[in-house]
Nanobody, 119 residues
Framework: QVQLVESGGGLVQPGGSLRLSCAAS????????MRWYWQAPGNQREMVAS???????RYAESVKGRFTISRDNAKNTVYLQMNNLKPEDTGVYYC?????????????WGQGTQVTVSS
């Protein structure tokens, strides 16, 4: 069994910054892709950033130049540095990882962390 635990959300003023973390634990052989998703109330979950095992990254257009995804493979952790936050970034952020044990791989989700951007 694998668990993903997120931290780092909160309330921040427009223009401010937050850093989200998501740590995986349990029966882990390797982790390939890691992703962050955003979900606003009443909306579907949308991917905002991803990073593969080689460090290659992809971003949604709405966050390019403001958000940075990174990973620490030794800690099985993915980060999302969010700068110049805007009110429209408000929502719940979820991490998602493709985790492999010795037999198979599957996707896991974190519990979500609330980010509120408001003055």
């Amino acid at each position: 069994q694998v668990q993903l635990v997120e931290s780092g959300g909160g309330l921040v003023q427009p223009g401010g910054s937050l850093r989200l973390s998501c740590a995986a634990s349990g029966s882990i052989f390797s982790i390939t892709d890691m992703r962050w998703y955003w979900q606003a109330p009443g909306n579907q979950r949308e991917m905002v950033a991803s990073i593969n095992s080689s460090g290659g990254t992809r971003y949604a257009e709405s966050v390019k130049g403001r958000f940075t995804i990174s990973r620490d493979n030794a800690k099985n952790t993915v980060y999302l540095q969010m700068n110049n936050l805007k009110p429209e970034d408000t929502g719940v952020y979820y991490c998602n990882m493709d985790v492999w044990d010795l037999l198979m791989g599957r996707g896991y989700w974190g519990q979500g962390t609330q980010v509120t951007v408001s003055s």
